[in-house]
């Protein structure tokens, strides 16, 4: 190894190499799966609150849990060439990082949290009366969680999560989805309407711009590692000084 004019010292460009196509390989490989899961992620939570069906909720469970582990084995062995806590290199001065993972899964909570508010004006719904049968206040004393059931097209719904609260043994008016008629939206009034509507645009704002950091970092660390497997850029160490202490 050679000593930098900073103190570092520069990664043997053998390793260096060895290490950026064990790197690059990897996201090769798993590039697909990723961009995959994600989309699935991104898409299934929403697409979920306005269209509920098996499928859809065994998708909204699993992407997210695939997600973690393959972008986890993506991240690693690049980390150890471009410089997230070992090497340092001009290329990943600017790298995504957990912020940029938070924004993806906020914004796609905040879009579910949207769809769920705009659900009735989104898809065919039924408007029925529901009766209240049963009511519990949750772990926090906040929320009051009713179920009730009510009458689709002849078929009997029962003990079914309503969408707002009442006194047991009232009547409130709710709308059923003509998909899944055990599935209620609370009626969409002006002001629901507003609010879902910036709500899903705080959740498209905060979704494009991560996604866009993401591409446009994905281009950066492709470009890098390709530069570490040539040779072009030295791939600096860090190096902790010990120094005696002084009394």
Known sequence: MSMDEQGGRTLPTKEAARKARVAR???RILAVP??????????SWPVGEIHPTTGGSVARFLAPILLIPITLVRAMPTTRVVGLSHYRSPRF??????????????GVFVLAGAANVLAPALVPTIPVNAKVTKCHVDAGG???????????????????????????GSTVRIEVSQVAPHVAYARLSGGREALGV???????LVTGASLFELI???????????????GRAAVRAQVLTMRPRVN
Do not use: H, K, M, Y
């Not at 990723?34 to 898409?43: C, G, K, N, S, Y």
């Not at 001065?93 to 906020?106: A, K, W």
């Open 25 to 27: 390989r990897l996201r």
């Open 34 to 43: 990723f961009w995959a899961l994600l989309v699935l992620f991104i898409v």
């Open 198 to 204: 910036v709500v899903g645009a705080v959740g498209v």
């Open 93 to 106: 001065r600017r790298r995504p990082g957990c912020l940029v993972g938070f924004g993806v899964f906020f």
């Open 216 to 230: 446009v970092a994905r281009g950066r660390i492709r470009r890098g590692l390709d530069d570490v497997v040539a």
């Open 142 to 168: 906040d929320d009051v969680d009713c179920f009730g059931n009510w009458t689709v097209n002849g078929i009997r719904e029962t003990g079914q999560a309503l969408p707002v609260s009442a006194r047991i």
